[in-house]
Structures are given as C-alpha cells and as structure tokens.
C-alpha cells in the first residue's frame, strides 16, 4: 500500500496542493509517443491519484493534441466536488490551423483559455502557466491579457513554464510595476542529470516566493534503475521510441549517446545505493531528492500503469534521505560552473547569508 501524498503551498502562494503532482503527457492517443493511456486507463489512474492524497493535475493544450485536456475533462464531469481539485493547464504552441493560433499573444491567450476550458469541462483553470517564452509578442501584452483572465474568473493564478532566469526575473519585475497579480510557480525540467536551473533560475524563485514544480524527475526513466549501459533502451519506453527515430529531446533523451557518458552512469549507481540502503527504489530517491530541495513546491510525475503512480507517490512522505546521502548525490550530480557562475561563486563564498533578513 502506497503512502498517502503530503501537502505543501505553492510558491507563494496560499494555494496547497499534493506534493506530487500528476502529470497527464500519457493521456490520450498520441502519435510522437505509442503506447498512451486510453480514457478507462487514465481514468483509473486518476482515480486512484486522488485515493493516495493527489490533488495536483498537471496538463497542457497540445498534449496529445488537446485529448489530454479532454480526458480529464470527461473525469472531472463525474466528480462532485471540482473544488478538491488544483487543475493546471499550459499554452504557448500551435494550437490551431490559423496563422495565430500560436504564441504568447492577446489573441491566442483568449482562445486557448476558452478551448481549455470548454476540453476540461470546467469554468476556471487554477494554475494556467505559459508553456514557453515568445520572442514575438511583448511580454508586457501576455501579462495584461493573462490578468484579464483572473480578473474574468477564468483562472486562478498564473504560472510560467520553460523559461530563462532573466524572462522570470522580468515577468516579476513587471507585475509588480504593472500593479498586476503575482506567479506564483515556475515548471521546469528539474532532475539528478539535468540541474541547469541551478545556476539562476532557482535564486529567482527562492527571493520572490515562485514554487518549482519539476517535469521530468526520472529523465525519461534514466533514473528508474531500469536501464543498463550495455544494453539496448528496455523495448516500450519513451526512450527507446525516440532513439529508434532519431529523435533528440529533453523528456526522451537519445541512449546512444547516454551510454557514452560516464556521469550519468556514476549518478545512476549513487541512486541504486540510496535506495537499496532505504529499501526504496531508485526512482523513489530521484523525486524524493527533488521533494528535499527547499524551492520545490510538487514533482510531476507521469504514470502509464498504476503500479508505476503508486511507485513515484512512495517518494511522496514518511521517509527521506539521510544528510550525507544528499551530499553524495549532489556531488555526484554536480555540474561543472562556466563563466560568469564560476567567478561569481569563488568570488562570494564568503559573502552568503542564510536567509535575506540577516
């Protein structure tokens, strides 16, 4: 029997929601990955979310061309209590056939929100977070219209997603000059082999209230313990799908290239250790890591079985990783500071304070 989830504010904010937030990629048929859950499957799954304590859902319009959206939408219809749910959707990409049906504008955040909407069978999203940054529209165009929003009773509070630290740093800096309501999240990938938010963007949100939540915790399933460096990608998983068609992403790395590194390698044989020292497993240490790091909020995970959800919702409370175990995994995980971190590190090692106030 899995451990039920805890609960902790998002960012901010006085918005609580499960630590472990379900993310819903899998839902829906989908052709860039085979294998999905169809509506019964994913409706178990979700069902059983909520049994073990979650109440964070995590979705966006383009996944599996919106029938994510639909599928808990169809869910949500059966419930009777909508208000027990936190429900977060995205928008930024092609989301249509016209020539706007694209970005961060007035125009497409109008429309996307009411598709959004009318997919999820609900009056109100309650984190609507943009999926990425747009070169094309002025940001302060996206904030007015997503203002307008929370205003309207169409969403409660905004997020962003997939960002640089000087784009946050910037959609604070102007809410707060604009008068308008704060983010309160930032959804990033965030994970043993991929820590790149460290160098900026986690400052950024530790010094204005923003709440990490994580997507992709396990890298793919790297972080499962299921892989092995002198094998072929395990015949199924997402991995193996995008090595086999060339394909080079964040959520799906390539294992061709994977196999030739010797950290990742490293890394994984830390985590297979602190798990067997816990009697977890690897993918257990993964998001439990991530659920100790003082600016995450929840850790997204994705389930096509429910074995799978009730393994990662084991991360979730009741134990933790030991002082030195998290030292070793971080030194293990460390990446290598390049110019200006480097110089600015070396530069204050004796300047850091605990907290802001002394």
């Known amino acids: 029997m899995a ?37 019964v499957a994913s409706h178990a799954i979700l069902d059983r979310f909520v049994e073990l304590g979650g109440n964070f859902i995590d979705t966006a319009d383009i996944y599996a061309e919106g029938r994510s959206e639909e ?3 169809t869910w949500l219809e059966k419930q009777q209590q909508r208000e027990k749910f936190v429900v977060a959707t995205k928008f930024r990409f092609t989301s249509g056939k016209g020539i706007n049906s694209v970005g961060l504008s007035r125009h497409h955040i109008m429309q996307s929100i009411d598709d959004s909407l009318r997919r999820l069978r609900t009056d109100y999203v309650d984190l609507y977070q943009i999926h990425a940054w747009d070169e ?12 307008d929003l929370v205003r309207a009773g169409k969403v409660r509070y ?26 309160i999240s930032l959804q990033v990938e ?13 400052d950024v949100c530790r010094r204005e209230g923003i709440g990490i939540i994580p997507w992709s915790p396990l890298k793919g399933g790297l972080l499962t313990g299921k892989f092995k460096r002198e094998n072929d990608a395990p015949e199924g998983s997402r991995i193996a799908h ?17 196999q030739k590194d010797d950290k990742t390698w490293k890394i994984i044989d830390v985590a297979k250790n602190t798990a067997e020292a816990h009697g977890k497993t690897p993918a257990q240490v993964a998001i439990r890591w991530l659920l100790q790091k003082d600016v995450v909020s929840s850790v997204i995970i994705g389930a096509k079985t429910l074995q799978q959800l009730e393994d ?36 204050n090692r004796d300047r850091v304070r605990k907290n802001l106030c002394q």
């Not at 960012?11 to 993310?23: D, R, Y």
């Not at 905004?158 to 008068?179: C, D, F, P, R, Y």
């Not at 068609?245 to 294992?255: L, N, Q, S």
């Open 3 to 39: 451990d039920k989830t805890e609960y902790r504010f998002l960012g901010g904010s006085g918005l609580k929601v499960s630590n472990i937030c379900l993310g819903t990629m899998t839902f829906g048929n989908w052709a860039l990955f085979p294998g999905q859950c169809d509506e």
């Open 71 to 73: 599928t808990i939408g």
């Open 136 to 147: 094309a529209v002025p940001i302060e165009e996206t904030l007015s219209a997503l203002n």
């Open 158 to 183: 905004l997020g962003a997603s997939n960002v640089t630290g000087w784009q946050l740093q910037k959609i604070v800096e102007l809410s707060k000059s604009m008068g308008l309501n704060k983010w």
């Open 190 to 202: 965030y994970n043993l082999l991929c820590r790149g938010i460290e160098w900026e963007l986690v």
């Open 242 to 258: 995008t090595t086999k068609k060339g394909i080079d992403m964040e959520a799906a790395p390539d294992f061709e290239r994977i």
């Open 312 to 347: 990662n919702i084991g991360a979730s409370t009741g134990w933790e990783i030991t002082e030195e175990q998290m030292a070793e995994l971080d030194t293990v995980s460390q990446m290598e500071p390049t110019y200006p971190y480097r110089m600015i590190t070396s530069r």
